[in-house]
């Protein structure tokens, strides 16, 4: 099975080279400047010159707070962009699964979220990542999109990466305590959309594996409690940690709004994939320890 996979450094799309290249599936990333999101015309032509099996669009305007001021590029890259997308995997008769996120939901429900719940961005990022999951439903039928949240990795920008950075400088760090959500390991995720793409690619007419789909870590944390877990694996893998000093959403003003309550539920996808993702603790764990390996072998004499 071929995949091409838009996005060349990001976390996603670098963990599912990773995953391929470890478990005999061909992945080819595809990015700047031969396919650009925000030049719709270079999308068909990059992705023709792969002949994929299945297409995955893992690129994105993700710059959350950015996207307030830059609403266009947003817009272009997340709702015109993933359309694009759609229409080069329709026009080459591949099934194409999008990356979306929690940020489509407006985070007042007490619960997690389902599939069906209704959406209500309540910023500029989340509304042009719901306008991409209507573009790439209007452009095939032959779509799976998948929600994710809360993504971090080993390398990348990250919230994980930051504290660990935040460490090293000072002793506390002030971390929002009113928000809630499902951490989400980007090779967690690469395994689970090769799973989705195997299924697709074996089943091609079968609607029930199409549609909307959420796909996160096992469990729930807020951001600070993500923040001791972190400081914790940092301390017993023989780095440092730092305080967490909880505060609310209110005390740190951001650009955008993000939502209270971030929880997806992922009951379907284990239902009708059979993908179900670590508990996020197990996975953090594996996170930081490759990030020391990784510094310990850059160090002088290692
Ligand atoms: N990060 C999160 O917490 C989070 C949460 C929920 C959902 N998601 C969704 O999950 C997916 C993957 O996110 P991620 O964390 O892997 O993102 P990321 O690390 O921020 O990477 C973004 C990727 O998009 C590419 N990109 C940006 N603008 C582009 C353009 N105009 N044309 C082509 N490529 C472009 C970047 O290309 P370069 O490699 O060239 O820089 C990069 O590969 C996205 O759909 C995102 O919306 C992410």
């Not at 929002?176 to 395994?191: E, F, K, L, M, N």
Request: one cysteine or more.
């Amino acid at each position: 099975m071929r995949i091409a996979v838009t996005g060349r450094d990001g976390q996603v799309a670098t963990a599912l080279a990773e995953y391929g290249a470890a478990h005999g599936v061909e992945v080819v990333r595809v990015g700047r400047p031969a396919l650009d999101l925000a030049a719709p015309e270079s999308v068909r032509a990059a992705l023709a010159a792969v002949r994929p099996d299945v297409v995955v669009n893992a690129a994105a305007f993700t710059a959350v707070d950015l996207a307030e001021s830059q609403a266009q590029a947003a817009f272009a890259i997340n709702a015109a962009g993933a359309g694009a997308v759609a229409e080069a995997a329709r026009a080459l008769e591949a099934p194409v699964i999008q990356l979306s996120t929690d940020y489509v939901f407006d985070g007042e429900k007490p619960a997690p979220y389902h599939e069906d719940d209704a959406t209500g961005p309540v910023s500029v990022y989340g509304a042009s990542k719901l306008a991409g999951e209507r573009a790439v439903a209007a452009a095939t039928e032959d779509h799976v999109i998948l929600r994710t949240a809360w993504v971090y990795a080993a390398s990348g920008k990250n919230f994980v990466r930051t504290m660990l950075r935040l460490a090293q400088e000072r002793d506390a760090v002030r971390v929002v305590a009113d928000q809630r959500g499902c951490p989400s390991y980007a090779p967690d995720i690469a395994a689970a959309v090769i799973a989705v793409a195997r299924n697709l690619a074996a089943h091609p007419r079968d609607a029930a594996l199409r549609g909307v789909f959420h796909l996160t870590g096992q469990g729930e944390a807020t951001w600070a409690q993500l923040a001791e877990e972190v400081f914790a694996q940092a301390r017993a893998a023989g780095g440092k940690g730092a305080a967490v000093i909880p505060i609310t959403t209110a005390e740190y003003p951001t650009p955008a709004r993000r939502p209270r309550n971030s929880r997806l539920d992922g009951a379907k996808l284990a239902r009708v994939h059979g993908v179900v993702l670590p508990e996020w603790r197990q996975s953090l764990a594996r996170c930081v320890a490759r990030i020391y390996d990784t510094e310990r072998q850059g160090e002088p004499g290692a």
